[in-house]
């Protein structure tokens, strides 16, 4: 499985902006898919998760503003983040995990993406 992430930007505080990850690769539906993010001098850290069902788990940073979705006929998982805050600022990176759970723990996850650059500016 490969991993594309796509459409991070700059923006000013309080906009929106969709990032995507999309997959090659059969079973990518069945797997979780996860969003994670690394802002400059600190550690990657989680952001949000979605299941093969459409269950989804966040951090509670972002919690109400920030929506995953996957669309599986097309092979992608998007992140929808609104009330966008300086410290939103990340190299967005998606990851996919072929074992059951909603992992939040990124050794759980197999495979990896490059990263997709937001900035926000207030």
């Known amino acids: 499985v490969q991993l594309q992430a796509s459409g991070g930007g700059s923006v000013q505080a309080g906009d929106s902006l969709r990032i995507s990850c999309t997959a090659s690769g059969h079973y990518f539906s069945n797997y979780l898919t996860g969003w994670f993010r690394q802002a400059p001098g600190k550690l990657r850290e989680f952001v949000a998760a979605?299941?093969?069902?459409?269950?989804?788990v966040y951090v509670d940073s972002v919690k109400g503003r920030f929506t995953i979705s996957r669309d599986n006929a097309k092979n992608t998982v998007y992140l929808q983040m609104n009330s966008l805050k300086p410290e939103d600022t990340a190299v967005y990176y998606c990851?996919?995990?072929?074992?059951?759970?909603?992992?939040?723990?990124?050794?759980?996850?197999?495979?990896w993406g490059q990263g997709t650059q937001v900035t926000v500016s207030s």
């Open positions: 979605i299941n093969s069902k459409g269950t989804a």
């Open positions: 990851a996919a995990a072929t074992t059951y759970g909603l992992h939040i723990d990124q050794s759980e996850y197999d495979y």
